[in-house]
């Protein structure tokens, strides 16, 4: 690809892509893309996945080539790094000991490697330079138009494809919508309120299942636990087999787990153990790897965690004001004690590099028709943004979950989702209006084995 999509002249880079060919070849309908969402998440492995996913469905592997690809900059296509280790590897972070003075200095400090190691890339990490890198496999795979499947930030990345080559879109599936209205730092601070609500959620399922997790038979009393297991953490002093769990690993790995309210019976069987002092069963030993964020080789080890920098610093403006950002953690601190000193942290986009931001493609008014499913209790991406990219684009349709959970198709059971999200992508035909899909019992329950997709969609 090139680097610069204004200059095909200019430096090339690498795409990784990966396909799962149609079964039935004569029934093939053409390509469908996928990505996990990030920005910064690898998406090679998606298409098994995916099959693996919609195998209630087969004629969707039968009749469409599963297209994965690593986003530019991502895993196989010309990773890019920062140069950071050890516990620099990090996007939220929880502030130390230092306070809030010593994490300007840290975002400060991330911000500066990032323009020595990745300045390179800087000025060509925008999600629109990614779109037209999706069009460009397109033509590499001599299709006339693609369809897609895009989860979380994956939504945003179909959005704009849709903006920039509206007449090369098939048959489009966002799911867990990103609000195309807001900035990178009001989606982040909507982290705060939304984590807490749902540890909220948790802690009262909890207490109502003492008997199962032993945290307590009130909810307060099942919080108050999980500070005080963060507070043992904080002191070193929390200890899983040979490992001394650090606060930050612990509040990421809970960070995770809350999610989606089918992972709650696996938050509170982890969190049970540590309270109770019970040593961690082989089969969840595999929560200790959602507390970090590194990538695994041959990407270098920040590489995950660099291009999300480099996507979400390019994307939008950030302030740069000091003050308002110890400002807005302060607040965000004192309502939502957990999450919020986190997510409303400074950023190292406050000291970004300066580069030439062109203008974002927006889908507002556009005639595209695209399929968009969310449920109405997403802590990552709020509801609201899938009822405003349905305002935006009038000729979509929007399926509605109630419960709290990101992402959907596949990951929340529910045939009334799969029935019209496949019915979709083999006629081509949306429905003739918005649906509402209600919960299904199953639905609340967490695979023996979540590990297989547990932090795939993971940086939203």
Same mark, same amino acid.
């Given at each position: 690809?090139?680097? #610069?999509?204004?200059?095909?002249?200019?430096?090339? %880079?690498?795409?990784? %892509?990966?396909?799962?060919?149609?079964?039935?070849?004569?029934?093939?309908?053409?390509?469908?893309?996928?990505?996990?969402?990030?920005?910064?998440?690898?998406?090679?492995?998606?298409?098994?996945?995916?099959?693996?996913?919609?195998?209630?469905?087969?004629? +969707?592997?039968?009749?469409? #080539?599963?297209?994965?690809? =690593?986003?530019?900059?991502?895993?196989?296509?010309?990773?890019?790094?920062?140069?950071?280790?050890?516990? #620099? %590897?990090?996007?939220?972070?929880?502030?130390?000991?230092?306070?809030?003075?010593?994490? +300007?200095?840290?975002?400060?400090?991330?911000a500066q490697r990032c323009g020595t190691h990745a300045g390179w890339a800087i000025p060509y990490a925008t999600t629109a330079d990614a779109a037209r890198d999706m069009d460009l496999i397109r033509t590499a795979l001599g299709e006339p138009k693609i369809s897609y499947l895009g989860y979380s930030y994956g939504t945003t990345?179909?959005?704009?494809?849709?903006?920039?080559?509206?007449?090369?879109? =098939?048959?489009?599936?966002?799911?867990?919508?990103? #609000?195309?209205?807001?900035?990178?730092?009001?989606? =982040?601070?909507a982290f705060g309120p939304e984590f807490e609500r749902m540890l909220g959620l948790f802690t009262s399922a909890a207490a109502r299942n003492d008997a199962r997790y032993g945290l307590g038979s009130d909810a307060r009393e099942v919080r108050r636990a999980v500070d005080r297991l963060v507070a043992q953490a904080e002191t070193g002093l929390l200890q899983v087999g040979t490992k001394s769990l650090t606060a930050a690993e612990l509040r990421a790995i809970v960070f995770r787990l809350l999610y989606a309210e089918n992972r709650f019976d696996l938050l509170g069987r982890f969190l049970g153990i540590l309270h109770n002092g019970l040593p961690l069963p082989a089969n969840l030993a595999f929560l200790l790897n959602l507390g970090r964020s590194d990538s695994p080789p041959p990407a270098p080890a920040d590489n995950a965690v660099a291009a999300y920098f480099l996507v979400e610093c390019a994307d939008t403006?950030?302030?740069?004001?000091?003050?308002?950002?110890? %400002?807005?953690?302060?607040?965000?601190?004192r309502a939502y004690p957990f999450f919020g000193p986190a997510t409303a942290n400074i950023t190292p986009c406050a000291f970004w590099p300066d580069i030439e931001r062109r203008h974002q493609p927006s889908v507002a008014g556009s005639r595209v028709p695209l399929l968009l499913i969310n449920s109405t209790g997403d802590p990552a991406t709020p509801y609201r943004g899938a009822l405003t990219t349905r305002r935006m684009m009038p000729n979509s349709r929007l399926i509605t979950v109630p419960a709290s959970h990101h992402s959907v198709l596949g990951e929340y059971p529910n045939a009334c989702v799969e029935a019209a999200a496949t019915g979709y992508l083999l006629s081509g035909q949306l429905p003739a209006r918005d649906l509402l899909c209600v919960a299904e019992p199953s639905a609340t329950r967490l695979a023996d084995s979540p590990q297989q997709r547990l932090g795939a969609v993971k940086l939203t």
């Open positions: 690809m090139p680097l #610069d999509h204004n200059d095909r002249a200019s430096r090339t %880079i690498e795409l990784a %892509i990966s396909r799962l060919p149609a079964i039935e070849p004569a029934r093939r309908r053409g390509v469908l893309l996928v990505n996990p969402g990030g920005p910064g998440g690898s998406g090679l492995e998606i298409p098994e996945y995916i099959a693996q996913l919609l195998s209630g469905y087969p004629r +969707v592997v039968e009749e469409f #080539d599963l297209v994965g690809f =690593d986003p530019r900059f991502v895993g196989r296509s010309s990773p890019v790094t920062c140069g950071l280790t050890g516990d #620099d %590897i990090a996007i939220s972070r929880w502030p130390g000991a230092g306070g809030f003075p010593a994490e +300007v200095a840290q975002a400060r400090m991330v990345l179909g959005r704009v494809y849709a903006a920039l080559f509206p007449h090369r879109v =098939d048959r489009f599936v966002l799911d867990s919508n990103t #609000d195309p209205l807001k900035d990178g730092r009001e989606a =982040d601070r403006k950030w302030p740069t004001s000091v003050a308002r950002y110890r %400002i807005e953690h302060a607040m965000d601190s």
